[in-house]
């Protein structure tokens, strides 16, 4: 079945550092590909998407790149921020109405000053 | 702009009760959905309803049951809760355009401890 693999964290960054948190999957058909985000006791946001190969995500200054080729979809930020202390989930939706998420097991980040 | 509303927000149950988790959503979207997050595990759905008048399980739906009220309201009923099913529960709601299911829409969850 389908899967998502992402980087087992938690990943510890100083203000400004450059980050990326890997991101794989395993999927039939056309999947849509997403990021979110959760900020400690809150729910979960969506960062950013992309529904198909060569997609770039974009928002917030974080991107990520639906790779086909190697089946990736990696997290990168130039630039953290203290504010950006958070968990990342990589998930993955199939192309059938009504698929539900399919989630990495997050990762931590944590960026101090 | 209320999204996705799930209440209660806190809940402490003994082994043994039964609760219902309530969710809504005005956002008109068809699909609705339940996870659970669970320290180191991410979040596995339960129980999803892709339309109106339809429900399916996912990936650990026993314990639970669920109803598609109407469009706007998807419940979760816990029968006879139990200790492992403490966690924090996630409603989600979407849409699908014909081609891609569009980001799902979190609520802010509800955090259910079992004694």
């Known amino acids: 079945g389908d899967s998502v693999t992402q980087m087992e964290g938690p990943v510890t960054l100083s203000e400004e550092a450059f980050l990326t948190i890997n991101c794989t999957y395993t999927?039939?058909?056309?999947?849509?590909l997403f990021w979110y985000v959760q900020y400690p006791g809150e729910g979960l946001q969506l960062l950013l998407k992309a529904t198909k190969a060569d997609d770039k995500g974009s928002n917030k200054g974080f991107e990520a790149t639906y790779r086909k080729e190697t089946t990736s979809f990696h997290l990168e930020k130039g630039s953290v921020q203290v504010s950006d202390s958070a968990v990342y989930f990589c998930a993955l939706s199939g192309d059938q109405a009504g698929t539900a998420l399919i989630f990495g097991k997050g990762t931590t980040l944590s960026v101090s000053s | 702009n209320a999204g996705v509303t799930q209440t209660p927000k806190f809940q402490v149950l003994k082994t043994g009760q039964s609760m219902t988790l309530q969710c809504a959503q005005d956002m008109n979207h068809n699909s609705m959905y339940w996870y659970r997050q669970d320290p180191g595990m991410g979040l596995r759905l339960i129980y999803y309803s892709a339309s109106e008048g339809t429900t399916d399980k996912g990936e650990v739906p026993n314990g639970y049951n669920v109803s598609r009220l109407n469009k706007r309201e998807f419940s979760l009923r816990l029968e006879s809760a139990a200790p492992s099913q403490t966690s924090v529960y996630f409603c989600?709601?979407?849409?699908?355009?014909?081609?891609?299911?569009?980001?799902?829409?979190f609520g802010d969850g509800t955090r259910l401890s079992i004694l």
């Open positions: 999927a039939t058909g056309y999947p849509s």
């Open positions: 989600a709601s979407s849409e699908y355009t014909g081609i891609s299911n569009q980001p799902q829409h």
